[in-house]
């Protein structure tokens, strides 16, 4: 046997070990959907007012998945994919800001 080439042991460890890590896969995700999707959403809907942050962020990426493919085919293929997803999240900063700002300056009573 010459040294580099692999044995046949080789071989049948590497496939026990991908059949374990596959097992090992398949439970996570039956336990992962074993969760109850009526719970989960009726826990979000109940924290949305306490945590508003994670919402936001949420949402503002679902924004994104809108409005970056749109800049991306403004641009005729001179941006990259990552710089359209940047320009989008940048465009929500600033409506958000905007709209911040008007809030501040035609309701300073509640600032």
């Known amino acids: 046997m010459q040294a580099g080439f692999p044995t046949e042991q080789t071989f049948q460890d590497r496939e026990r070990r991908e059949r374990r890590n596959m097992r090992n896969k398949v439970y996570m995700l039956e336990k992962f959907f074993s969760m109850n999707i009526?719970?989960?959403?009726?826990?979000?809907?109940?924290?949305?007012?306490?945590?508003?942050?994670?919402?936001?962020?949420?949402?503002?990426l679902c924004l994104n998945l809108l409005i970056a493919p749109i800049v991306y085919a403004a641009a005729d293929g001179t941006l990259e994919r990552r710089s359209a997803?940047?320009?989008?999240?940048?465009?929500?900063?600033?409506?958000?800001?905007?709209?911040?700002?008007?809030?501040?300056?035609?309701?300073?009573?509640?600032?």
């Open 85 to 111: 997803w940047a320009i989008g999240v940048l465009g929500l900063v600033t409506l958000a800001v905007i709209v911040y700002l008007f809030v501040v300056v035609f309701q300073p009573e509640r600032f």
């Open 38 to 60: 009526v719970q989960a959403i009726s826990f979000v809907w109940s924290e949305w007012r306490f945590q508003k942050l994670p919402l936001a962020i949420f949402v503002a």
